[in-house]
């Protein structure tokens, strides 16, 4: 095990690609993931807005 | 066969048939990761030069790949949208461009971390490496245009001009290490059918570009149907689709 992550000696350089390289990717699936729920949440409030414009408008 | 064009170019139609191609292209997506992970780090040997510094390639080939051709990808909508004038086509090359922004930075970092032990230096000014600096540039040229401009079909008009411009440097990246005598050395699956490492190294390499590529496909989906939606906001399917999924 301990064999294993020395790797031969280069350790400390293939985790540190390694890390980067699955730190990029997942920062991506984050920035994605960020995009979907703020476009979520400005098109429900758009929705009540004008839900509560309508309502409004036949009331009064 | 123009008729399917525009169909696939409709909006609504766009965000049925990638709603339906997403699921399965992410569990095929993570399955290749894990396959080619195991391979990469567990059943691959070391190399006898390089020794177990190796296995940095298997991640960093296929992002340095995917550099170019997600540039290339980006180039090509942004023109279509340019020309023809497809909204989608815009929002496709406005998706593309921070993943394979992504891409520039994995394929350039992990590329420095393994010249410190292999060539002795994390950075020189050769050719390979220098023209994979500009391309992040353009990466960085491309974000900025768009959202430095208000209006979304000018910012998409200007940021697809700079894209065409510098699709240039594309063939400068992928040729430079015939062209000049660089630090950096030749690609590592060359000939076709014949590629020059063995068969063991081969394979994890293969499965972890075909990983890059489906998780390139598959975030580029997602995030084209997320700024999908928000563009057409006020459209009839939209509005009925937020109702009722609130």
Same mark, same amino acid.
């Not at chain 1, 980067?20 to 476009?39: D, F, H, I, P």
């Not at chain 2, 195991?38 to 340095?64: C, K, M, N, T, W």
């Not at chain 2, 000939?191 to 489906?214: F, H, T, V």
């Given at each position: 095990?301990?064999?294993? &992550?020395?790797?031969?000696?280069? !350790?400390?350089?293939? /985790?540190?690609?390694?890390?980067?390289?699955?730190?990029? $990717?997942?920062?991506? %699936?984050?920035?994605?993931? !960020?995009?979907?729920?703020?476009?979520? =949440?400005?098109?429900?409030?758009?929705?009540?807005?004008?839900?509560?414009?309508?309502?409004?408008?036949?009331?009064? | 066969? /123009?008729?399917?064009?525009? +169909?696939?170019?409709?909006?609504?139609?766009?965000?049925?048939?990638?709603?339906?191609?997403?699921?399965?292209? !992410?569990?095929?997506?993570?399955?290749? &990761?894990?396959?080619?992970?195991?391979?990469?780090? &567990?059943?691959?040997?070391?190399?006898?030069?390089?020794?177990?510094?190796?296995?940095?390639?298997?991640?960093?080939?296929?992002?340095?790949?995917?550099?170019?051709?997600? %540039?290339?990808?980006?180039?090509?909508?942004?023109?279509?949208?340019?020309? *023809? =004038?497809?909204?989608?086509?815009?929002?496709?090359? *406005?998706?593309?461009?921070?993943?394979?922004?992504?891409?520039?930075?994995?394929?350039?970092?992990?590329?420095?971390? *393994? !010249?410190?032990?292999?060539?002795? #230096?994390? /950075?020189?000014?050769?050719?390979?490496? #220098?023209?994979?600096?500009?391309?992040? &540039? $353009?990466?960085?040229?491309?974000?900025?245009?768009?959202?430095?401009?208000?209006?979304?079909?000018?910012?998409? =008009?200007?940021?697809?001009?700079?894209?065409?411009?510098?699709?240039?440097?594309?063939?400068?990246? +992928? %040729?430079?290490?015939? /062209?000049?005598? #660089?630090?950096?050395?030749?690609? #590592?699956?060359?000939?076709?059918?014949?590629?020059?490492?063995?068969?063991?190294? $081969?394979?994890? $390499?293969?499965?972890?570009?075909?990983?890059?590529?489906? %998780?390139?496909?598959?975030?580029?989906?997602?995030?084209? =149907?997320?700024?999908?939606?928000?563009?057409?906001?006020?459209?009839?399917?939209?509005?009925?689709?937020? +109702?009722?999924?609130?």
């Amino acid at each position: 095990m301990k064999e294993f &992550f020395a790797m031969g000696g280069y !350790g400390f350089y293939v /985790w540190l690609s390694y890390a980067v390289a699955l730190g990029g $990717l997942l920062a991506l %699936y984050l920035m994605t993931r !960020g995009c979907e729920s703020r476009v979520k =949440r400005q098109l429900e409030k758009r929705l009540r807005l004008e839900q509560r414009r309508k309502s409004r408008d036949t009331t009064s | 066969m /123009w008729k399917f064009i525009h +169909k696939f170019a409709s909006p609504k139609y766009f965000y049925n048939i990638s709603g339906k191609i997403l699921p399965p292209l !992410g569990w095929v997506t993570l399955a290749l &990761f894990i396959v080619g992970l195991v391979g990469a780090l &567990f059943l691959s040997p070391p190399d006898y030069q390089q020794g177990e510094s190796v296995r940095i390639l298997y991640i960093h080939v296929p992002a340095a790949m995917l550099s170019m051709s997600c %540039y290339v990808a980006m180039a090509i909508t942004a023109a279509i949208g340019l020309i *023809w =004038r497809i909204k989608l086509a815009d929002i496709v090359a *406005w998706a593309i461009a921070p993943i394979g922004m992504t891409m520039t930075i994995i394929a350039l970092i992990t590329g420095s971390v *393994w !010249g410190k032990p292999m060539w002795g #230096t994390y /950075w020189v000014w050769d050719a390979r490496l #220098t023209s994979e600096l500009i391309l992040l &540039f $353009l990466y960085l040229g491309f974000i900025a245009l768009q959202t430095a401009i208000e209006d979304t079909r000018s910012a998409a =008009r200007a940021s697809a001009i700079l894209a065409l411009v510098g699709l240039v440097n594309i063939p400068i990246i +992928k %040729y430079s290490v015939n /062209w000049w005598n #660089t630090l950096h050395q030749p690609a #590592t699956i060359s000939k076709m059918g014949k590629p020059s490492i063995d068969a063991s190294m $081969l394979w994890p $390499l293969l499965i972890m570009i075909a990983a890059y590529m489906c %998780y390139f496909a598959w975030i580029t989906l997602k995030r084209s =149907r997320c700024e999908l939606i928000y563009r057409e906001r006020n459209s009839s399917w939209v509005k009925k689709m937020v +109702k009722e999924a609130s």
